[in-house]
């Protein structure tokens, strides 16, 4: 049995998706906007997506794995010598997201479409929502593996109290236009990883 092949309408679908739901919402974009933009016919949408919420759910996925992938390869590139350094260069990769850099992750930056996912679905039951709590999950574990590689006690822990500082930076960037929230996170960073690490012999 041969693999499925990738389809570029089913392609051309989810990428449309993603960047109107970024634009406008999840529930204030419709169906007939997507086909539109897309170019696809409405059975071809229906044929690979049986709802609007299982389109979501796999706008959700890509988005995740996409950002994922570009945070550790911003993460190997940049060169830092130390697991120290590794881990907050995690905060120069969230500045240029936030101020719209070319070396971005690749949609203009309108908040995290994450936490919006799960505002417009409240609901623990939605699978859009566990899918956007799974996303978060995903970068809180990717943060603790980084954090492994220190002498912390907890590194699941302190990968926890870094995500809330890169939580807190994206709000505040998004609301108060704060394009530096980022740095000033990347120094309260700083503070917990060094007082969770045992001082040099």
């Known amino acids: 049995m041969t693999a499925e092949r990738p389809s570029p309408a089913r392609d051309r679908l989810v990428e449309t998706a993603t960047r109107l739901f970024n634009e406008g919402g999840y529930h204030a974009t419709g169906i007939d906007r997507i086909l539109a933009d ?8 229906y044929n690979n997506f049986p ?3 299982d389109l979501i759910v796999e706008v959700l996925r890509r988005r995740g794995e996409g950002f994922r992938a570009w945070l550790r390869e911003w993460v190997t590139r940049s060169g830092a010598a130390s697991s120290r350094d590794r881990l907050l260069s995690v905060f120069d990769a969230q500045a240029v997201w936030h101020q719209n850099g070319p070396a971005g992750p690749g949609l203009p930056f309108r908040g995290c479409v994450f936490v919006r996912a799960s505002g417009e679905y409240p609901s623990g039951d939605s699978a859009i929502h566990q899918a956007a709590a799974a996303n978060k999950q995903a970068v809180i574990d990717l943060l603790a593996e980084l954090a492994s590689d220190l002498a912390v006690p907890d590194p699941q822990d302190l990968a926890e109290q870094l995500g809330y500082l890169i939580e807190g930076a994206t709000v505040a960037a998004l609301t108060r236009g704060r394009t530096d929230s980022a740095e000033r996170a990347k120094r309260s960073a700083a503070i917990l990883i060094d007082a969770g690490s045992p001082p040099p012999a």
């Open 51 to 53: 709802s609007k919420d």
């Open 38 to 45: 897309a170019g696809v016919a409405k059975m071809t949408l």
